[in-house]
């Protein structure tokens, strides 16, 4: 097998995963456990990193499973756990707050610190396996929108994260991966995963919004550095990585206390950015309804308004998990990501 072929995503409840020697896993390249894993679970096969967001469902843990065609390898870099096909690699980092080391009083903040210290681990490991493309990356970070002097954490949060990234050769302000950034309860360690590739990814921006790393300074002093979508090299079915995405129109929240208004807004964000796709990558056929979405919502009582909107805009057949987290910006109720295949294009 050559190229990204076997890339996808999987939900399942943890309770329904297979036993860890069952060949179900022999191409799976990581999971994300969101919630409580069942206390007694054994560790899985595969590198698993647990996020301290509930699913808003019956089971107590929802997982993430990401495929890839073998054969896989699997490692271990400073902090960072890896599981990777010839191809992709799949990996994680967990970073408590308060492990990261001080250098005294004044400077940056414990945040921006672990940041810093995370994405260093991410980037040695890839830098050490070869797997020099970042392509999507997952942020979870804890009290996300707790005021800190003049802004919130998300602020130190993206400064760490500019940062570390605009010291690498690899990226520029239009080539960064696709990311969501999410929060988690307080205290809570920093996790993030992440995909990465040997070859260069193509990343599309949304004609509706600013791209995210113009946002104006009242956002806070260092804009959040990601694109709005990446696509994986051009073999089996392009598979295309979508951001974090939500309510927002140029680079303003709209809807502000309209749950339902700002899930129609969003999904209005995501057709757009299928289309551009659609446009500018030779006509792939990417549809919402061949994508899986993770939905992250800010107040459970929102979880019956955002599911309908949702039924209405892609019917019952899609993949869809609701997670509960906090969103990076105060107004905003309700963020949506996905992921998904095209079909070939026509002739
Ligand atoms: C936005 O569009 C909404 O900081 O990595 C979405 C996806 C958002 C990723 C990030 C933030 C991030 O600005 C928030």
Redesign the pocket.
């Known amino acids: 097998m050559t190229g990204c072929a076997g890339f996808g995503v999987e939900y399942r409840s943890s309770e329904h995963l297979p036993s860890n020697t069952d060949s179900w896993w022999d191409n799976v390249l990581g999971v994300a456990q969101f919630g409580r894993p069942a206390a007694d679970s054994v560790s899985l096969p595969v590198p698993a990193v647990t996020v301290a967001l509930p699913p808003l469902a019956e089971q107590p843990c929802t997982c993430e499973i990401w495929r890839a065609a073998g054969p896989l390898q699997s490692g271990q870099i400073g902090a960072v756990r890896y599981r990777a096909s010839s191809q992709l690699l799949f990996g994680c980092i967990v970073v408590p707050e308060s492990d990261s080391s001080s250098n005294g009083r004044a400077g940056p903040s414990a945040l921006e610190r672990t940041t810093s210290q995370a994405y260093a681990e991410i980037f040695r490991a890839l830098d050490a396996l070869g797997y020099p493309q970042l392509v999507r990356?997952w942020?979870y970070v804890s009290a996300i929108n707790q005021a800190v002097g003049e802004g919130e954490r998300?602020w130190q949060?993206?400064s760490a994260?500019q940062e570390c990234f605009l010291q690498r050769a690899e990226y520029s302000w239009n080539n960064v991966p696709a990311?969501?950034?999410l929060g988690s309860a307080a205290g809570s360690p920093l996790v993030i995963y992440f995909i990465a590739s040997t070859s260069a990814m193509r990343t599309i921006e949304n004609p509706r919004?600013v791209s995210?790393y113009r946002?104006p300074a009242k956002f806070g002093p260092r804009s959040?550095?990601?694109s709005r979508a990446a696509q994986l090299p051009e073999t089996a079915g392009a598979p295309l990585l979508i951001?974090?995405?939500?309510s927002?129109v140029g680079c303003e929240t709209v809807h502000p206390d309209n749950v339902a208004a700002q899930t129609r807004e969003t999904l209005t964000n995501i057709d757009t950015l299928l289309a551009t796709a659609r446009s500018e990558n030779g006509g792939h056929a990417y549809s919402v309804e061949q994508l899986s979405y993770k939905v992250y919502v800010r107040r459970p009582t929102d979880l019956q308004a955002i599911s309908q909107e949702l039924g209405n805009f892609l019917g019952t057949q899609t993949p869809v998990i609701f997670l509960r987290a906090d969103?990076?910006?105060r107004e905003?109720l309700v963020?949506i990501?996905a992921v998904g295949a095209a079909r070939p294009p026509a002739h």
């Open positions: 990356i942020n998300y949060f993206n994260r990311a969501s950034a919004q995210a946002y959040p550095l990601f951001s974090g995405t939500a927002i969103i990076c910006r905003l963020e990501e």
